[in-house]
């Protein structure tokens, strides 16, 4: 299955801002917002510069990295900034799809530049007074061609009761289990393991789509008791079993994934000069310092310079 280009747009509603013009899509190419509906950061004015995340699209989606920061997807970062000055920023781009990745300014409310980075290289932006600054990384673009095994309507069927005593999805497989739908996702190695609430009957419908020009395969296995081996197609295929209150595993044991395009945005580090050299200091980011593990990553470290 080929992804499609994403554009994540910040919309109405999500996190501390609302896009007041819209993300819109010319040729599959995203365009910016001209102005942005912020809510001013809850920070002190601080030299050195002190950046917060202030919206992460995930969890740990940017993360301090040396003397900068990275962001895993979209994100922005915010601070206050206590007077003039010049913003110089370093940024080093890897082109993923039909567009360079993109480092978003945005002041008071403002988007004041919006510059592309295919190569490193460096920029330099006016900061007319004191207010509030937001670096942000919105284009982000991914795109693998994996192997995915989609079960729906599962259910048990029991005399005594309905549905299952517990599900386990191993963490880190990118599998997944969708309890109010009733349906999994299977991307990976390690089986998704139903334990039944008592012996009964398990119905579900089976599809697939393909990767590298190959269907999923699944097993359905029972403590030693294998009831099917079934290739997938891309149709719906009905498929029942009378189970014991045993486990039931269910694998895909020919996964495949394979990153097609990574856009990326990368940087070195960034740094605060206020106004008096003397006082000149090393900045630093305040965020969550877990990495991720997630696969699409974009990567931006700034060298930034206010006096």
């Not at 747009?9 to 013009?21: D, Q």
């Not at 012996?199 to 359905?220: D, H, M, Q, W, Y």
């Not at 030693?224 to 014991?244: A, D, G, I, N, Y």
Request: proline fraction near 8%; charged fraction near 15%; charge should be positive.
């Amino acid at each position: 299955m080929k992804m499609k280009p994403l554009l994540r747009a910040l919309a109405l509603g999500v996190g501390p801002v609302m896009v007041a013009a819209g993300l819109g899509m010319v040729g599959g190419r995203s365009m910016p917002p001209e102005k942005l509906a912020l809510a001013p950061p809850q920070l002190a004015c601080a030299q050195p510069i002190v950046f917060k995340p202030g919206y992460q699209r995930g969890e740990n989606y940017v993360v301090p990295q040396g003397q900068g920061f990275k962001f895993l997807s979209d994100a922005w970062l915010e601070a206050n900034i206590c007077s003039a000055g010049i913003l110089k920023i370093t940024a080093d781009g890897e082109l993923g799809g039909d567009e360079q990745p993109r480092l978003l300014v945005a002041f008071d409310g403002d988007i004041i530049a919006n510059p592309a980075f295919s190569q490193e290289r460096s920029i330099q932006i006016s900061i007319p007074k004191a207010g509030s600054l937001y670096l942000g990384y919105l284009n982000d673009f991914y795109s693998a061609d994996v192997r995915v095994a989609t079960l729906s309507y599962v259910q048990l069927n029991a005399p005594a009761c309905k549905g299952f005593q517990s599900v386990s999805v191993p963490k880190g497989s990118g599998n997944s289990w969708y309890p109010a739908a009733r349906s999994v996702s299977l991307v990976n190695l390690p089986p998704i393991t139903l334990t039944p609430c008592g012996a009964g009957e398990l119905t579900l419908k089976v599809r697939g789509s393909e990767g590298n020009g190959a269907f999923p395969i699944l097993i359905f296995r029972q403590g030693e008791r294998v009831f099917k081996t079934l290739t997938t197609t891309s149709e719906w295929q009905p498929l029942s079993f009378k189970l014991t209150s045993a486990p039931i595993d269910i694998w895909l044991i020919n996964p495949y994934n394979k990153t097609l395009a990574d856009r990326n945005l990368k940087c070195a580090n960034w740094s605060s000069l206020p106004a008096n050299p003397e006082f000149r200091r090393q900045g630093r980011v305040a965020s969550r310092t877990t990495p991720s593990t997630t696969s699409a990553t974009a990567f931006i470290s700034v060298s930034v310079s206010v006096g």
